[in-house]
């Protein structure tokens, strides 16, 4: 258990829908980082937040935002939801800037 | 795009080490070499990283070769449930994000 927990484990859901993922880092740990996972792509960086600002950005959709609350957690917007947005959403969180340390994931399935 | 080579899959006998081979010719002085693996589909999990000594934890051990050109990630005994996709990452220990490459796919057979 990497104490980062995301929810919820499974979304099924219809194209042009919005979905919201919700991730909860490791206590303490500032930075928030997204990646995604689908069969062709492999694990890709979305995005990163460093106590409640945004730091880094990978290869995000405009579809797609994220925001990091004061209290750290962090979600992730999905919205016009194509099928191709299938995939493994996963959130990693490290204290500072070091070791990430990842969530079981969700399993977004769109429709 | 990813700055490591690993082979795509690897077999092992269980109870056997596991050497899992990494080549980052292109690494720079301040980037250290990052090991993860993921199970099935779960999250990759963080097994060890190092600089340019080797390492060891309760995992793993890690040896970078002294040009730090290559290492080598080596699970001293290996059981069925260290089956997993191995992923090898050159990174700034204070920089963002992780980059994967296809890794090595190791499965342990009885």
């Known amino acids: 258990d990497s104490g980062v927990t995301q929810t919820p484990k499974h979304l099924i859901t219809a194209t042009g829908q919005r979905v919201t993922l919700r991730c909860s880092p490791r206590?303490?740990?500032?930075?928030v980082y997204w990646y995604q996972q689908s069969l062709d792509q492999g694990l890709q960086f979305l995005i990163q937040?460093?106590?409640?600002?945004?730091?880094a950005k990978g290869n995000i959709l405009e579809r797609f935002s994220a925001q990091q609350f004061p209290d750290l957690h962090s979600e992730l917007n999905l919205s016009s939801l194509e099928l191709g947005d299938s995939a493994l959403y996963f959130c990693?969180?490290?204290?500072?800037?070091?070791?990430?340390?990842f969530g079981p994931g969700t399993r977004l399935t769109v429709l | 795009d990813a700055k490591t080579t690993q082979p795509p899959s690897m077999d092992c006998a269980e109870g056997r080490a596991a050497n899992l081979p990494c080549n980052h010719s292109?690494?720079?002085?301040?980037?250290?070499v990052y090991w993860y693996r993921q199970i099935h589909s779960q999250g990759p999990q963080y097994i060890i990283h190092?600089?340019?000594n080797n390492e060891t934890n309760e995992m793993a051990s890690l040896i970078i070769t002294e040009d730090r050109k290559s290492s080598t990630l080596i699970l001293p005994h290996a059981t069925l449930r260290d089956t997993a996709v191995y992923y090898c990452?050159?990174?700034?220990?204070?920089?963002?994000?992780?980059?994967f490459g296809q890794g090595t796919e190791l499965s342990v057979k009885p």
């Open positions: 990693a969180s490290s204290a500072s800037l070091g070791t990430q340390y």
């Open positions: 206590s303490g740990d500032l930075s």
């Open positions: 937040y460093y106590n409640g600002e945004e730091r």
């Open positions: 292109t690494i720079s002085g301040n980037e250290y």
């Open positions: 190092g600089l340019k």
């Open positions: 990452i050159v990174r700034i220990n204070q920089g963002g994000k992780l980059i």
